[in-house]
Nanobody
Framework: QVQLVESGGGLVQAGGSLRLSCAAS????????MGWFRQAPGKERELVAA????????YYKDSVKGRFTISRDNAKNTVYLQMNSLQPEDTGRYYC???????????????????WGQGTQVTVSS
């Protein structure tokens, strides 16, 4: 089991930027794929970005492509989500999650991720 702790959320105006961090402890981070999910009020939790532990491709939800960047630092057991050009529709609670999957993509569901953080709130004002 891996423990995940997110940080970096907050309130930002439209067009602004935030950088989320997720620190992992416990199970070997280097052999885990990592994802960022978000959940807006009244909506389902959705995968917005994921980075595999293999050489497979990184995944981004279409609506965040070109604005969000996911990265990982295995030496620090940390995954990041750099969010630029934020829009009100990006508002939601952002969760970090880990998976044993070798390949990541939009085909992954919540059930493919075994450990979750408590989430961090991102609010974008117009």
């Amino acid at each position: 089991q891996v423990q995940l702790v997110e940080s970096g959320g907050g309130l930002v105006q439209a067009g602004g930027s935030l950088r989320l961090s997720c620190a992992a402890s416990g199970r070997s981070f280097v052999s885990l794929s990592m994802g960022w999910f978000r959940q807006a009020p009244g909506k389902e939790r959705e995968l917005v970005a994921a980075v595999p532990w293999t050489d497979a491709s990184i995944y981004y939800k279409d609506s965040v492509k070109g604005r969000f960047t996911i990265s990982r630092d295995n030496a620090k057991n940390t995954v990041y989500l750099q969010m630029n050009s934020l829009q009100p529709e990006d508002t939601g609670r952002y969760y970090c999650a880990s998976s044993r999957e070798r390949v990541v993509g939009g085909f992954l569901s919540r059930a493919d991720f075994g450990s979750w953080g408590q989430g961090t709130q991102v609010t974008v004002s117009s």
